[in-house]
């Protein structure tokens, strides 16, 4: 995949979903080459031109894993997903998107500032929100998203998707944003969705919408994981 070699990485990920599932690979394939794209670029290894072309066969071949959908696990909110302000992260967040189902996460659009993308995650009074960031130096922005999420939802459930932290820094990483209103800290998407399987429905309908009925998309959304 890092050689622009889009026949050979087709045929890495087809015989590693037969062997890992479609969850598998992103995991195990797809997130770990992002992460060196984003190594390489910051060390001016690659260029943008060879890192863009990259990303679009990361993007690509995560796109043919959403046709293998095992199915319907639960019920749950929509849930909303929102990314660092950087491409990669964007990507990782679609990535997750493509792990439960297109259906079942509303991601907000790369093209907005920081803070009107957390206005606009805001907006659709999320029950359940993922933040993902993947390049290291996100882990400010990150926290501050989930700061203003707590602030204003304080009963939403926040997932935070933070692969590739060092594993001496992860305790740390973990802490600080469990700190400022995440519930939970993961660094696989495997792990985000075994979660999200454990989150129990009625914990999910927040006071401050008792009123308002429930949470925007909750209706017939279901929580579609990528099985072997």
């Not at 990920?13 to 969850?23: A, D, K, Q, W």
């Not at 997903?81 to 967040?93: E, F, T, V, W, Y």
Request: hydrophobic share 45%.
């Amino acid at each position: 995949m890092l050689a622009r070699d889009e026949n050979e990485a087709a045929t890495v990920v087809e015989r590693s979903r037969e062997e890992l599932g479609p969850i598998g690979v992103v995991d195990n394939i797809l997130v770990p080459a992002l992460a060196l794209i984003v190594q390489h670029r910051a060390e001016n290894e690659v260029s943008y031109e060879d890192a863009r072309f990259m990303m679009d066969v990361i993007a690509e071949t995560g796109q043919t894993l959403a046709m293998s959908n095992a199915g319907p696990r639960r019920e749950l909110p929509v849930v909303i997903g929102l990314a660092a302000r950087n491409s990669a992260d964007q990507l990782l967040i679609e990535m997750m998107q493509v792990v439960i189902g297109a259906n079942n996460m509303q991601v907000i659009p790369a093209d907005l500032a920081a803070e009107q993308a957390v206005g606009k995650a805001l907006e659709q009074k999320p029950a359940i929100v993922c933040l993902a960031a993947l390049s290291p130096t996100r882990g400010a922005e990150i926290r501050n998203f989930c700061r203003r999420i707590r602030a204003t939802r304080r009963d939403a459930k926040i997932l935070v998707l933070r692969p590739h932290v060092d594993e001496a820094d992860l305790p740390r990483t973990v802490q600080r944003l469990k700190d400022v209103g995440a519930d939970t800290v993961v660094t696989t998407t495997k792990d985000a969705v075994n979660w999200l399987d454990g989150l129990q429905p009625e914990s999910l309908r927040a006071p401050e919408d008792s009123d308002l009925g429930a949470p925007q998309g909750s209706t017939n959304s279901s929580l579609t994981a990528l099985r072997r």
